[in-house]
């Protein structure tokens, strides 16, 4: 038997390593996009987290303002639950 097939000895190992809430202002890294392959490996800090029904939405902004005639603002979504991955590497 693996340790890690009892739940609650798993939450409470993973609880020293990985944050048990996902929020926003976290920077997370993809490691695999349902949307498209060059989002992958994107590093990004969580701009929003929606939940629609039973599922989320991790929304990240990328914008440039250094020049005052051309600026931009993109956001991208990532849904967890429809088999984008993505790992918290700063809180």
């Given at each position: 038997?693996?340790?890690?097939?009892i739940?609650e000895?798993r939450?409470?190992i993973?609880?020293?390593v990985?944050p048990?809430?996902?929020?926003?202002g976290?920077?997370?890294w993809?490691?695999?996009s349902s949307?498209?392959?060059?989002?992958?490996?994107t590093?990004a800090?969580?701009?929003?987290?929606?939940?629609?029904?039973?599922?989320y939405?991790?929304?990240?902004?990328?914008?440039?303002?250094t020049?005052?005639?051309n600026?931009?603002?993109?956001?991208?979504?990532?849904y967890?639950?429809g088999?984008d991955?993505?790992?918290v590497?700063k809180?």
């Open positions: 038997m693996n340790v890690f097939d739940d000895i939450e409470h993973l609880s020293y990985y048990t809430q996902v929020t926003v976290m920077t997370i993809v490691s695999k949307f498209h392959p060059f989002l992958t490996g590093v800090k969580i701009y929003d987290i929606k939940k629609k029904h039973k599922n939405q991790v929304v990240v902004m990328n914008e440039d303002t020049s005052k005639d600026w931009y603002r993109v956001f991208t979504y990532f967890p639950n088999g991955q993505m790992k590497i809180c």
